[in-house]
């Protein structure tokens, strides 16, 4: 099973930029699937960003898109969300996922289900 740590959230005005890490407990030779979720108060934990284990092909939400950049390490088996450009909108608790193989299409890589290893979360405020 993999740990994953994340860092990095905190306090920031509308149209700055924050920068997420998700550090993993222990290398490994087939390096899962990772994601970036988010759930507001209230709300569902919804898809923001997902990368293959190679790094190679990205998938985003629509509503990050252009915005968010997510990208990973597998030397230092750390995953990044760079979000920039935020918005009051894009405040929730960030969580990492990882999970084995998966198919590549957007559906599977963006459905909460199919992920079997969580960290704890950070929190993201962003004040208009």
């Known amino acids: 099973q993999v740990q994953l740590v994340e860092s990095g959230g905190g306090l920031v005005q509308a149209g700055g930029s924050l920068r997420l890490s998700c550090a993993t407990s222990r290398r490994t030779i087939n390096n899962p699937a990772m994601a970036w979720f988010r759930q507001a108060p209230g709300k569902e934990r919804e898809f923001v960003a997902a990368?293959?284990?190679?790094?190679?092909?990205?998938y985003y939400a629509e509503s990050v898109k252009g915005r968010f950049t997510i990208s990973r390490d597998n030397a230092e088996t750390t995953l990044v969300l760079q979000m920039n450009m935020v918005k009051p909108e894009d405040t929730a608790v960030y969580y990492c996922?990882?999970?084995?193989?998966?198919?590549?299409?957007?559906?599977?890589?963006?459905?909460?289900?199919?992920?079997?290893?969580w960290g704890q979360g950070t929190q993201v405020t962003v004040s208009s």
């Open positions: 990368i293959t284990g190679t790094g190679r092909r990205t």
């Open positions: 996922a990882a999970a084995g193989t998966l198919s590549t299409d957007y559906e599977t890589r963006s459905d909460k289900r199919k992920y079997t290893d």
